[in-house]
């Protein structure tokens, strides 16, 4: 009798044992990301195919400030299981996203935080700074990715203008070109830039084509001859802390044939009169002194962090809210 209370309460020990057993193993297995018992579903099947992202790829911050900030080619992700890109092209703005970091790492220093969105996904999988049809080349597995890239600077945008009555857009890059300076894009090309220089205040018909379009609608106190090439243009206050730059006072427009972008996509969509309280610039980084190494990043977000806190004291005392 007693060996039978024995081995029946073994027993039983074994089975509460086991039940425990087999609900723990169900648990890990459903904490892990993707829920096996979820019941196949048409529906989510085909949201799953549109919704193919991985968080890595896309890295934001959200700023307490009206500066965003967006870095579309600095990515160096790049998984085998996604296509390459078989049209534009598919250089990468070398560490433009870590520039992007250090630009933030500066202004923190005096309690200001810029939205950041960077992209570190590659471009030879996506290119963020293109419409839809170019950024992926026809391949629909990265089409949210690119919604999502926009969305997070929408979203960025709508927060700073939310905040502070609106929102001062830069689009960052890398570019190569002989001649080493900050190429400042405000969707003007050279003639533009040259004819403005050299005229006497707005040009109107100019002043509506520019990146700053919408500041200018808003202020009649502000001249884009001055916002380019005068005393508190941005790219004369970059010159003043050692960064060459065009245009600005003292080299005002790309002299004849020097290459020079002007801005892309996502300058010309963010500045346009869909976000009406939005204005800014494409700023092309030279490599060698600004984005070849740390010390060089950090020298450069410092004067960075004087020049663009010193160019919206400028704009504010300006703004007609
Ligand atoms: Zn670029």
């Not at 020990?13 to 039940?19: G, V």
């Not at 990301?33 to 979820?38: S, T």
């Not at 900030?69 to 160096?76: D, N």
């Not at 894009?185 to 830039?193: K, N, S």
Request: glycine residues 6%; proline residues 4%.
């Amino acid at each position: 009798m007693c060996k039978d209370v024995f081995f029946k309460t073994l027993a039983r020990k074994c089975m509460i044992f086991c039940l425990l057993c087999v609900t723990a193993l169900f648990q890990v297995q459903c904490s892990g990301g993707k829920n096996i018992a979820e019941p196949f579903n048409r529906e989510s099947k085909l949201s799953e195919r549109h919704a193919f992202f991985d968080d890595s790829w896309l890295e934001t911050v959200r700023g307490n400030m009206p500066l965003v900030i967006s870095a579309p080619h600095g990515g160096t992700i790049s998984p085998e299981t996604i296509e390459d890109r078989d049209c534009g092209t598919k250089v990468m703005d070398n560490n433009t996203a870590e520039l992007a970091f250090e630009i933030k790492n500066a202004l923190e220093q005096l309690d200001k935080r810029p939205h950041l969105i960077v992209a570190r996904l590659a471009r030879t999988k996506v290119d963020f700074n293109r419409n839809m049809e170019q950024a992926t080349c026809g391949n629909q597995q990265m089409e949210y990715t690119w919604h999502q890239y926009h969305k997070y600077i929408e979203e960025s945008i709508d927060a700073a203008i939310k905040e502070f009555g609106y929102a001062m857009y830069i689009d960052l890059h890398g570019q190569s070109h002989a001649v080493k300076r900050l190429e400042l894009g405000y969707l003007l090309r050279a003639p533009a830039l040259q004819e403005n220089f050299k005229s006497t205040g707005n040009d109107s018909e100019i002043g509506t084509s520019t990146s700053l379009q919408n500041l200018l609608e808003n202020n009649q106190r502000l001249i884009l001859k001055e916002l380019l090439t005068g005393e508190n243009a941005f790219g004369t206050l970059m010159e003043k802390s050692g960064y060459p730059a065009v245009p600005s006072l003292d080299d005002p427009f790309p002299k004849g044939g020097e290459p020079y972008f002007n801005g892309g996509y996502n300058t010309r969509r963010y500045t346009s009169s869909d976000y009406p309280k939005v204005f800014g610039m494409q700023i092309e980084a030279n490599f060698t002194d600004v984005r070849d190494s740390e010390e060089n990043r950090i020298k450069f977000a410092n004067a960075f962090t004087r020049s663009v806190l010193d160019y919206l004291n400028f704009i504010e005392s300006n703004w007609e809210y």
